[in-house]
């Protein structure tokens, strides 16, 4: 009986023989679980399992890229991507040296999200919200929803690299609408873990807290406008590094835009020497952790900027080969139907020498801002929302605040971070990043952050 060729010889001699200046396949398994709720109701509850991979080829400096769903006919699907890249080609193929890594990684779980049931999750999720609903009549409605998913990725590359890499995530959410007449307030709780569905578990009083944070909400007064000394909460400074700063320090960004590459120029000073920004597909249990990117290149911790200068910046293997820098395993695509884009993976702020209440005690008049509701970036221009704030009078908090708006622009808001607190924080869930129509999960950490002149919105 012939012996049925491994997945691995399939891919090999499917790349072998051609003469591109590189190749790649990548192959993806996934499944996934989703539950969504509107209001008390229960109204998607979804499994999908996929598999599907995709060719990138490179000639000259030109990239062809083919998706598929069957194993079927490789060879002719990689003569296709090289016939698209020789179309494009123009230049020379400048792509940063990674060494070829063979590497099997599989997670240790604690309890695995895909042997629970489906009316296990679904019981959860019906305690969560009916835990929002109990805490006021002022309830309007609640979202929310459950996923997990685990994805395997085989990638094998034409310079010896093989990978077969998988990850796991459970995620709860359940976002809580207050009104009042026509004032209408929210508040949110998300949950979710790497490596066990029991983190997700028992969270009911996290629920209601965020609930009646939404209620009482209703009966804050609007936060003030103008220029304000203000506290960041770990939530909203993470959020601030990921898309004011981050999105600045990719290396595609960087360097498709002459102005932007005329500022961010490695050795220049951004900030006081007490900030230190990162950012790294190494740090454990987050969102945005693996052990290699979608080009095979290692993750590791990169410093982009370290005691207030500007030191590195993210990178795939293309864009740190034409700025002559090295890859830093930031090259990352949403699927098998995406070719990678350079992407965060956790981006934080390190921690400082100070706490909280000496943030506050040293604030004889700011605002202390909490959580964030959204945002936008427009190169170095930002817009952020808080979910919740309190006034800081005399060194003190005071009387408690609706949201509001943080906006400004990022270099001169860098220059005026002041007090960073000892303990970095991250976000429980991380967050979605959007680029190029493609989302990624990712992490965001901080301490607590005081930023003078800060600039909000309100009444």
Same mark, same amino acid.
């Given at each position: 009986?012939?012996d ?19 190749l790649?396949i ?5 499944d ?32 062809g ?13 990689v003569?296709?991507?090289?016939? !698209? ?29 895909l ?29 929310? /929803? ?10 094998i ?5 093989? #990978? ?13 609408l ?6 209408? !307030? ?5 949950? %979710? ?8 578990v ?14 009482? #909400?209703? $009966?804050?007064? *609007? ?8 506290? +960041? ?25 002459? @102005? ?23 740090? /454990?249990?987050? *969102? ?28 795939? @293997? ?5 700025? /002559?820098?090295?890859?830093?395993g930031?090259?990352?695509?949403? %699927?098998?139907?995406?070719? *990678?884009l ?14 909280? $209440? ?6 004889? #008049? ?39 708006? #943080? ?9 005026n971070? $002041? ?6 924080v ?6 979605? +990043?959007?680029?190029? /129509? ?13 930023? !003078? ?7």
């Amino acid at each position: 009986m012939r012996d049925v060729p491994s997945l691995r010889d399939r891919l090999a001699d499917a790349l072998s023989g051609h003469t591109a200046d590189y190749l790649e396949i990548r192959v993806e398994e996934t499944d996934a679980t989703t539950l969504t709720y509107r209001g008390r109701s229960l109204e998607e509850a979804g499994r999908t399992s996929n598999l599907g991979g995709c060719v990138r080829a490179c000639v000259k400096g030109g990239w062809g890229f083919v998706s598929f769903n069957s194993l079927e006919g490789l060879r002719a699907k990689v003569d296709l991507a090289v016939r !698209q890249a020789r179309l494009v080609g123009r230049e020379t193929t400048t792509l940063a040296p990674v060494e070829p890594h063979v590497d099997f990684i599989i997670p240790t779980l604690v309890r695995d999200p895909l042997t629970v049931s489906l009316e296990d999750k679904k019981r959860l999720m019906d305690e969560y919200v009916e835990a929002a609903w109990a805490q006021s009549s002022r309830i309007q409605t609640t979202n929310a /929803g459950y996923g997990d998913a685990r994805r395997k990725v085989t990638f094998i590359n034409s310079e010896g690299s093989y #990978l077969e890499q998988s990850r796991c995530r459970v995620s709860a959410r359940v976002v809580v609408l207050a009104r009042d007449g026509g004032n209408v !307030q929210q508040s949110r709780a998300v949950f %979710s873990s790497t490596s066990d569905y029991d983190a997700i578990v028992g969270r009911h009083a996290e629920v209601g807290a965020a609930a009646s944070r939404a209620v009482a #909400l209703l $009966d804050a007064a *609007p936060a003030p406008g103008g220029e304000f000394t203000v506290i +960041c909460d770990p939530a909203l400074a993470g959020v601030f590094a990921h898309e004011a700063f981050g999105h600045l320090s990719e290396g595609d960004n960087v360097y498709e835009n002459e @102005r932007l590459r005329d500022i961010m120029v490695l050795g220049k000073r951004f900030a006081r020497p007490l900030l230190n920004i990162a950012d790294g597909g190494v740090v /454990g249990g987050q *969102p945005g952790t693996f052990r290699y990117d979608d080009e095979g290149t290692p993750t590791q911790r990169t410093d982009l900027i370290r005691e207030g200068v500007l030191v590195g910046r993210l990178h795939s @293997r293309e864009t740190a080969g034409k700025m /002559g820098e090295a890859a830093t395993g930031n090259a990352r695509a949403q %699927s098998y139907r995406h070719a *990678p884009l350079v992407r965060m993976t956790n981006t934080f702020i390190g921690a400082g020498d100070s706490s909280f $209440d000496e943030m506050v005690a040293a604030t004889p #008049l700011g605002i202390f801002c909490r959580d964030w509701y959204g945002g936008q970036t427009t190169h170095e221009q930002f817009s952020f929302g808080c979910a919740e704030a309190w006034m800081i009078r005399d060194g003190k908090l005071a009387e408690p605040l609706r949201g509001t708006t #943080l906006s400004g622009n990022l270099f001169s808001t860098l220059e005026n971070i $002041d007090m960073i607190g000892r303990d970095l924080v991250w976000a429980e869930g991380g967050g979605t +990043c959007g680029k190029g /129509g493609q989302s990624a999960p990712v992490g965001q950490g901080s301490p607590y952050i005081r930023i !003078q002149n800060a600039l909000l919105g309100g009444k």
